[in-house]
């Protein structure tokens, strides 16, 4: 699978942004989707996962409430809209895919392929 995310971007404290994350396959909706965030000198978390069809989602404690998740198997796309951003939330943000069905939370470890990052930064 291979995935290209864009959308990142400057963006004020307070500010939004829509992430996009586009897969070449063509089995798109047989594979739960993740993003991913990596600030400079942590590791790389898990932000969001959806399920293959979107009927499941799942958050961070961190973006709760912030971010949502969302896909379109038609258009090969998932998306993450990020709102009431914070300068904490800069990081380079990666979008994977996972075999898995994404019934459950995902982790980095279950998904296989990445995309490259796209950078958001937040100023305050």
């Known amino acids: 699978v291979q995935l290209q995310a864009s959308g990142g971007g400057l963006v004020q404290a307070g500010g939004s942004l829509r992430l996009s994350c586009a897969a070449s396959?063509?089995?798109?909706?047989?594979?739960?989707m993740g993003w991913f965030r990596q600030a400079p000198g942590k590791e790389r978390g898990t932000v969001a996962v959806?399920?293959?069809?979107?009927?499941?989602?799942y958050y961070a404690d961190s973006v709760k409430d912030r971010f949502t998740i969302s896909r379109d198997n038609a258009k090969n796309t998932v998306y993450l809209q990020m709102n009431s951003l914070t300068p904490e939330d800069t990081a380079l943000y990666y979008c994977?895919?996972?075999?898995?069905?994404?019934?459950?939370?995902?982790?980095?470890?279950?998904?296989?392929?990445w995309g490259q990052g796209t950078l958001v930064t937040v100023s305050s």
């Open positions: 994977a895919a996972s075999v898995r069905s994404g019934s459950t939370w995902l982790d980095v470890p279950d998904f296989g392929s």
């Open positions: 396959v063509r089995t798109f909706g047989t594979y739960a």
């Open positions: 959806i399920s293959r069809r979107g009927a499941n989602t």
